[in-house]
């Protein structure tokens, strides 16, 4: 079983026991994060409907921090003697995969006061 899950803009194919890198996430290394699934496929059952994948989790442990590689940025304009140097190094977050799991359903707040307000109106 495999799923595609996005962090930071990105999609990534993922399975359980994978490690990879995202986009800065906030939490210390060993804590648990969920990543929101777009696409779960399992053996031949593919599923990308959002109210299917509703129910899939995808959660990841979060290994360390670390930093990319160094970008170096130039400012130069022409017949005026200005040079600048700059630089840049992204944060990043190595997380790993600890498991997709299936069968939670989650629940809006909206459908959680519809159906308190069925249970009291059926009450009265």
Not at 25 to 32: A, R, V
Not at 56 to 71: C, F, L, N, Q, S
Not at 82 to 90: A, E, M, P, V
């Amino acid at each position: 079983m495999y799923a595609i899950v996005r962090s930071g803009g990105r999609q990534h194919k993922v399975a359980v026991g994978d490690v990879l890198e995202v986009d800065r996430l906030n939490g210390d290394p060993g804590s648990t994060v969920e990543l929101p699934a777009v696409l779960v496929v399992d053996d031949v059952k593919v599923t990308a409907e959002p109210a299917k994948l509703a129910r899939y989790r995808v959660t990841a442990e979060i290994v360390e921090e670390t930093k990319g590689p160094k970008i170096d940025i130039l400012i130069y304009k022409s017949k005026g003697g200005y040079r600048r140097r700059l630089g840049h190094r992204q944060r990043h977050t190595q997380v790993k995969i600890t498991g997709i799991e299936t069968g939670r359903k989650r629940t809006t707040k909206k459908a959680d006061d519809k159906a308190a307000e069925q249970t009291s109106a059926e009450k009265s």
